[in-house]
C-alpha cells in the first residue's frame, strides 16, 4: 500500500480503462485542452519498456517519508504558486506548459487532473537542490524499482551525508523529495512519458 509515483506507457496512456490504470479519458481531455489553447496534441508516448532493474527506461518511487520538512523547504525558498505547482499536479508530462492544465476528470487522490510540464517542475527542483547542495551526483539516477526510495531509507544516503555535509544531510526527508521531483521530471523528458501517482 502507499502512493507511488512511476511513468506511464503509450498502452496506458490511451487506454480507456481506468479500472486498470488507464489514462485514456485524460490523454484525451488533454489533447483537447491543448487544441484549444493553439497547441499540438501530446501523441509521442513511448511505449513501456520491459523491466530490467538499473536501465533508467521505467520510474517507479514510493513516497514514504513525511513531506513535513519538505514543504518547510519549499516556502523557504520557492514562491507560494511555485510551491503549487511543484506539489499540485496529478500527470507530470514532458513539454512545456505555460501553466498546469486543469481537467474536470477524477485523478487517484482527487476530484480533477492536474497536468503540468516537466521542464517547469524540474526547473524548480532544481533550484531546491541547488538551495540545500543535494549531491545530484551520487543519488540514484535510473529509478526504476524504489532504487531513490530505498537508496535514502535504508541505503548509503546517511553515510553520504556525513562524508559530505551539507543542508541536504540535516533533513533526509526533505532531501528525499527534491530528489524524487528531480529525477522524476529528468526521467519524463529523458523518456519523453508522462508521470503520475498510484
Known amino acids: 500500500m502507499g502512493i507511488y509515483l512511476v511513468s506511464v506507457g503509450a498502452q496506458e496512456w490511451c487506454d480507456g480503462d481506468e479500472d486498470e490504470g488507464g489514462k485514456g479519458a485524460v490523454a484525451s481531455?488533454?489533447?483537447?485542452?491543448?487544441r484549444?489553447?493553439?497547441?499540438?496534441p501530446y501523441e509521442s508516448v513511448p511505449e513501456a519498456a520491459a523491466f530490467v532493474r538499473g536501465s533508467g527506461l521505467s520510474f517507479e518511487e514510493k513516497l514514504v517519508p513525511t513531506m513535513a520538512g519538505f514543504a518547510a523547504l519549499c516556502r523557504e525558498?520557492?514562491?507560494p504558486r511555485e510551491t503549487e505547482l511543484l506539489l499540485g499536479w496529478s500527470v507530470l508530462v514532458p513539454i512545456s506548459l505555460d501553466?498546469?492544465?486543469?481537467l474536470p476528470l477524477h485523478s487517484s487522490y482527487?476530484?480533477?487532473?492536474?497536468v503540468a510540464g516537466a521542464p517547469?517542475?524540474?526547473a524548480l527542483a532544481?533550484?531546491?537542490?541547488?538551495?540545500?547542495?543535494?549531491?545530484v551526483d551520487v543519488i540514484p539516477e535510473a529509478c526504476d524499482n524504489l532504487d531513490l526510495t530505498m537508496w535514502f531509507l535504508d541505503g548509503p544516503a546517511k553515510e553520504v551525508a556525513a562524508a559530505r555535509p551539507g543542508p541536504w544531510g540535516e533533513d533526509l526527508d526533505a532531501a528525499f523529495y527534491v530528489a524524487l521531483f528531480l529525477r522524476a521530471a529528468q526521467?519524463?523528458?529523458?523518456r519523453g512519458c508522462p508521470m503520475t501517482y498510484c
Open 29 to 34: 481531455a488533454f489533447d483537447a485542452e491543448l
Open 36 to 40: 484549444r489553447r493553439g497547441l499540438a
Open 77 to 79: 525558498h520557492l514562491a
Open 99 to 102: 501553466e498546469e492544465i486543469r
Open 110 to 114: 482527487d476530484d480533477e487532473t492536474v
Open 120 to 122: 517547469e517542475v524540474l
Open 126 to 135: 532544481q533550484r531546491l537542490a541547488t538551495a540545500i547542495s543535494l549531491p
Open 187 to 190: 526521467h519524463s523528458l529523458r
